[in-house]
């Protein structure tokens, strides 16, 4: 029974039951079949995965192989090549079937720097937080570990330029600088405090010497501007946009999008997404690639955005892309994620009982001009 004090000020449509009343209603035809177990684990506790602190002296790699856990990255990384040592049968397939679609296909290397650790399995424990070293650097940085793959996707090069265009609070730009491969990182985001949030982060993992002006730039720009700041300019560009953040949407009234009074907001998210993306792509060098990436399901969101992106970016600015299959990256990661089946454009990790990481949705495109 709900006490009269407060069923007085408790609003009657809590954001929270309206996004679950939303997803029910669009996922549950997007979706089909795999939206009742995807919507149990959204309810559900999420996991998270322990991003290594390379620079770090305190970093428990031992302690957190005692509790059980072992780096997602690199097993993934181990497993493939085995599977590949007795011809990778499954690579080539989809290869064949991404060569037929018209996608290009690239083996994707990564940095051994960059490690992630998970649970197992059906392993529910929670990480400890990280204790800053002597330096006070923290040896972990908890995050969802979903959130790693896009990074993972934009396959950083020795000496390459990046762009992080929605960077705070910083988790992916902190998994980038991990792997000590980028000659130059500019971490953008609108939000005057939340950049605060994202040099705080990057401050509190990486040393000084590494934060230069000459390595890294901090700035709170409107990303849909981008264009007009900077122009074939980035090898690697990162476009983590907002979105509904669906999990996020379900659990906390707090700061919810499905708020009533956010409902223009919401509604102009895919406008707002493209516009980033475009702008995102017009600061790619030719030749450069750029990583979409959300943490929502939602169609509209995702493939969509996509898709009128590589047509607004042709008709517009005549920028021909092409779009880079990640099937190397599911069959890497199958054994920690579930993905959705086949997606006509990118990749989606769905949230699982099991494996209760994401949604984060990612597709990659190449700028051929
Ligand atoms: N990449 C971040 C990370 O890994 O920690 C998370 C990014 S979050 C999904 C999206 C971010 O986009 C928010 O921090 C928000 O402030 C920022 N944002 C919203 N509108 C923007 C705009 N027009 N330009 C740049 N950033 C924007």
Known sequence: RVKEKWAATRPKHPPTRLALQHFDATYGTELGSLWPSIRIALLSEKKYGALINVFSSDVSLAEL?????????????????????????????????????????SPLQHSPNLQCFVFQRGDIRRFKPARPDQFGLFGYYLMDAASVLPCLALDVKDGDTVLDLCAAPGGKSLALLQTQLIRFLCANDSSVSRT??????????????????????????????????????????????????????????????????????????????????????????????????????????????????????????????????????????????????????????????????????????????
């Open 65 to 105: 192989q005692v509790q059980g856990c072992r780096d997602f990255i690199n097993d993934g990384v181990v497993q493939t090549s085995f599977e590949g040592g007795a011809k990778n049968e499954s690579s080539d397939v989809s290869m064949a079937k991404a060569e037929a679609d018209g996608l290009q296909e």
């Open 196 to 369: 605060k949030r994202l040099k705080q982060v990057l401050q509190s993992y990486i040393p000084k010497q590494f934060l230069t002006e000459d390595t890294l730039r901090i700035t709170s720009f409107d990303g849909t501007m981008w264009g007009e700041i900077e122009k074939n300019a980035f090898d690697r560009v990162l476009v983590d946009v907002p979105c509904t953040t669906d999990r996020h949407s379900l659990m906390e009234d707090d700061n919810n999008i499905f708020n009533k009074s956010r409902t223009g907001e919401r509604r102009s998210l895919p406008q707002l997404q493209l516009e980033l993306l475009l702008a995102g792509i017009i600061a790619a060098c030719p030749g450069g690639e750029i990583v979409y990436s959300t943490c929502t399901l939602s169609l509209n969101q995702n493939q969509s955005v996509v898709e009128q992106a590589i047509h607004l970016a042709q008709e517009q600015h005549n920028i021909h892309l092409q779009v880079v299959s990640l099937r190397p990256l599911v069959q890497m990661f199958k054994n920690t994620f579930h993905f959705a089946p086949e997606l006509h454009l990118g990749e989606m990790v769905i949230p699982h009982l099991a494996a209760n990481f994401g949604p984060i949705y990612l597709c990659k495109l190449r700028r051929l001009t």
